[in-house]
């Protein structure tokens, strides 16, 4: 038999093993059987008394042309946020023409027009955060 010290994380526990010579019939040890976790369940930091609580800033208005959308839309290929509109409403653009810019992942990307027309419709804004998917914009 030997006898061993092992330090597992800060623990040190004193080991014994015997040494067979001869063929074994081992059976696996069954695995132990863990619990789901619990879900978590959101803390929220009390305010101190008389604080007011801060509301949420109302999103800006889309723009839109007598709130009429275009038959051409544009939607966002990514997730990201907006950082600037390259055209307005009313304006006349070709196809490939830059509209917005995105900024995802640390890059700047031109959302572009996929065909000539007029924008009928802006409905993002700068600043605002967009989902892949998301309409950015709409074209006549």
Not at 23 to 32: G, R
Not at 59 to 70: C, K, L, N, R, V
């Given at each position: 038999m030997k006898h061993y010290t092992i330090t597992v994380n800060g623990n040190t526990y004193e080991v014994s093993v015997e040494e067979n010579s001869g063929?074994?019939?081992?059976?696996?040890?069954?695995?132990?059987r863990?619990?789901?976790a619990p879900a978590p369940v959101p803390v929220q930091k009390a305010s101190p008394a008389?604080?007011?609580t801060p509301a949420a800033a109302?999103?800006?208005?889309?723009?839109?042309?007598?709130?009429?959308?275009?038959n051409i839309k544009v939607s966002s290929?990514?997730?990201?946020?907006i950082l600037s509109?390259?055209?307005s409403v009313g304006q006349a653009i070709k196809k490939g023409e830059v509209i917005v810019i995105?900024?995802?992942?640390?890059?700047?990307?031109?959302?572009v027009a996929t065909d000539d027309g007029t924008i009928a419709s802006i409905n993002v804004t700068a600043g605002q955060s967009v989902e892949a998917?998301?309409?950015l914009a709409t074209i006549n």
């Open positions: 063929v074994s019939l081992a059976t696996p040890a069954p695995a132990p863990v619990a789901p008389g604080a007011p109302p999103a800006p208005a889309p723009q839109a042309a007598s709130g009429a959308e275009g290929p990514m997730p990201g946020k509109l390259k055209a995105l900024e995802a992942m640390k890059m700047e990307n031109e959302i998917g998301d309409l």
